[in-house]
């Protein structure tokens, strides 16, 4: 089904005059999925909010280097440990014309918080906020939070007037969003230098470049057209044959033909992502196992066996083909809080697996569904293979469900009450802070405080709890990186989830065309220029 954005008719001029140019330029790339919906608040995945930071903005921002800078605020100061005062950007209008005030702000902070959110998590930072005037916001936060303006990069900022005219008020779940056909979905209507002007989900996306951006962009590009290939063949051929500028993830065992083939070359790099594993912990009986009156999870014994199946080195060599960095921890080195001291992955050592498993009561392993998305992170679906027969050889029988990541998300997240007993996840904390990986990933889950919505196993230690909620708020660099380092051993000590590795950046690019490779593997088109 196809889908046209609305646009009011002044909008729809100053994109088309773009077009008409006659130097006009078009950008065309392509990813391994598409975004879930243009809902800014539906969502926190990396790939759709990367996407939808051309759309819509925050009050921050980062740049090419992952540096923080103003946008929708263009300063901000705290006036007490709790209270933030942001000024907010005089002269920008949302893409239908509308201007952007204070109101807005308060809204999408509002809807951050409803039912169908993804961001709820990033919405409870703040306690409040208060309209000073139209462009002056006073915070209160529950606590100290040193983070949070790093945080406020991606709670993007809705026209309020745009979306309660369109019954748009509460945030649409990514589990709805193939098929509840609701306004937020399918339309948006942002401030950022791109509007999207036409989408077929899973198909097309087009963009057209804003003639009333409020700021200057390196970018010389006019149209950006975006096409989801999901096959990596295909997409690698497509990059080689010249129907693409860009193209991600390309497949790690073919940087070597992108290397030798005239026109084109790989763009490499560390991402700041951890790849890991996840266990439900919660239940007391699995929902998709063999074993039934209990929950073998519960069990630290059955953890640590998963954890010693599993050789890390040969899951680098053999599939990624020594291109991703096993790991110990959920953070990546270039996160704010990690320690190379902790970060020694656990011991391969499968006879110590099924000494671990017999003890545990399940001498012949037992059975268990592992979820897996398949276009999701760097050959996701490997790796989920490599594990299910590592597994296989301490007596362990998985039923992979391996599916593309619209169909993952929606099945595994809060919304659909973590409908998973097993799982493979990727994390790069937007904050690039290790306390965000605690908030998301590592404590209990609390509805009320909205902590803990991405711990989708529902690991849950009181003292990690208490040690996040100090290192939230410790400004002391010495004191917060004992405490991060604390929360993180006995997370590790706990078996809480099974670090993999940090996979590799991967990009294939034309030649001529420069676009900026940040860590967090966003693409952010202010940043693209053609030849």
């Not at 991402?271 to 007391?284: K, N, S």
């Not at 059955?302 to 991703?324: G, Y």
């Not at 270039?334 to 399940?362: C, F, M, R, T, V």
Request: hydrophobic share 40%; glycine share 6%; with cysteine.
């Amino acid at each position: 089904m196809r889908f046209r954005i609305g646009l009011v008719a002044a909008a729809a001029a100053a994109v088309l005059a773009f077009a008409q140019g006659a130097d006009a330029k078009t950008f065309k790339w392509a990813f391994q999925g598409d975004a879930q919906s243009l809902d800014p608040h539906g969502l926190n995945e990396t790939f759709s909010l990367g996407y939808l930071g051309n759309i819509y903005e925050g009050l921050t921002a980062y740049n090419a280097n992952l540096e923080l800078i103003p946008a929708l605020a263009e300063s901000w100061e705290t006036t007490s440990p709790t209270t933030w005062v942001f000024k907010l950007r005089k002269g920008v209008k949302f893409h239908n014309g509308n201007d952007f005030t204070a109101d807005d702000v308060i809204f999408s902070w509002k809807r951050t918080l409803t039912e169908g959110s993804d961001q709820k998590v990033r919405g409870a930072l703040m306690k409040s906020i208060i309209k000073v005037d139209d462009h002056t916001i006073q915070v209160e936060t529950p606590g100290p939070i040193p983070t949070l303006t790093r945080e406020l990069v991606w709670l993007y900022i809705m026209d309020k007037e745009w979306a309660e005219a369109n019954n748009a008020v509460e945030a649409e779940s990514p589990r709805d969003a193939d098929t509840s056909g609701k306004f937020a979905s399918l339309n948006a209507n942002g401030t950022g230098p791109f509007i999207i002007v036409e989408r077929q989900p899973d198909v097309k996306s087009v963009f057209k470049r804003s003639s009333n951006y409020w700021k200057d962009i390196k970018s010389n590009v006019d149209e950006v057209i975006f096409t989801p290939i999901s096959q990596d063949a295909t997409r690698v051929a497509a990059l080689l044959s010249g129907e693409l500028d860009l193209a991600y993830p390309i497949p790690v065992q073919d940087w070597d033909r992108l290397t030798k083939a005239d026109g084109v070359s790989p763009l490499t790099g560390p991402e700041a992502r951890t790849i890991f594993l996840g266990m439900d912990q919660d239940r007391d009986e699995l929902l998709y196992s063999n074993i039934k009156g209990k929950n073998p999870f519960k069990d630290l014994r059955v953890r640590q066996a998963f954890a010693h199946a599993l050789n890390l080195d040969a899951i680098k060599k053999k599939v990624m083909r020594d291109a991703a960095t096993p790991s110990g921890l959920m953070v990546a080195p270039q996160i704010n809080g990690h320690n190379p001291a902790l970060n020694q992955p656990y011991a391969y050592d499968p006879a110590k697996s099924k000494q671990l498993l017999a003890e545990a009561g399940y001498p012949e392993g037992f059975e268990v569904t592992m979820d897996c998305p398949n276009n999701r992170y760097v050959n996701d679906e490997r790796i989920c293979q490599a594990v299910v027969g590592m597994l296989a050889k301490v007596g362990v029988k998985v039923d992979l469900l391996a599916q593309p990541k619209s169909k993952y998300f929606a099945k595994v997240l809060a919304q659909n009450d973590f409908d998973t007993s097993f799982y493979l996840l990727g994390w790069t904390p937007g904050s690039i802070d290790s306390h965000n990986v605690l908030q998301n990933l590592l404590v209990c889950r609390n509805k009320e405080t909205k902590a803990g919505q991405f711990n989708l196993g529902g690991y849950c230690n009181p003292k990690v709890d208490e040690l996040s909620s100090q290192i939230g708020g410790e400004t002391d660099p010495d004191k917060r990186q004992a405490l991060i380092d604390a929360a993180f051993q006995i997370h590790k000590d706990e078996v809480g989830h099974i670090p993999i590795h940090q996979q590799p950046l991967s990009w294939g690019v034309r030649d001529g065309v420069t676009v900026s490779q940040r860590a967090d593997n966003v693409l952010d088109f202010r940043n693209v220029v053609l030849p």
